[in-house]
């Protein structure tokens, strides 16, 4: 009959140990989606942190832009008695051009930054806004560049 309270004594070990594995087992279930939640969540923010560079980058290039149309008048109105007329005409022109393509680059590069990234929590500039004010910096750009070449000096 001693045999008998060993095997009672082993059913109950026996049973603990299944509790404690299960009891392990949703432990481990919870841990692991804990571990896919914050995977999935640096995902995201890594995606938003893909989007605040992209308008970083746009607002360089509209900044670069804005600086070129600047110079590009500044050259006509700070040279004209310094250097040759052609040189001062060349160089605004220059700057002014180069403001139109920034203007355009920067829609550009915001439109069609390369490989999708994952869903961002946070919205893009809607692409029309981006084309509307570039365009008219670009006709401001036009309209400078008609200034330095009508403009009598």
Known sequence: MAAKPQIVENSNKLKDSAVRIKDSAAHMERSTARVEDSADRRTVLAADRTIFAAERTYAAWVRTGLVAMASGVGAKALLIDVLPHWVVMTSGSVFVLFSVFCFGAAVWRHLYPGPPPPVPDVARIHPALLVLVN??????????LIGIWLEAG
């Open 135 to 144: 365009g008219i910096l670009g006709m401001v750009s036009i309209a400078a």
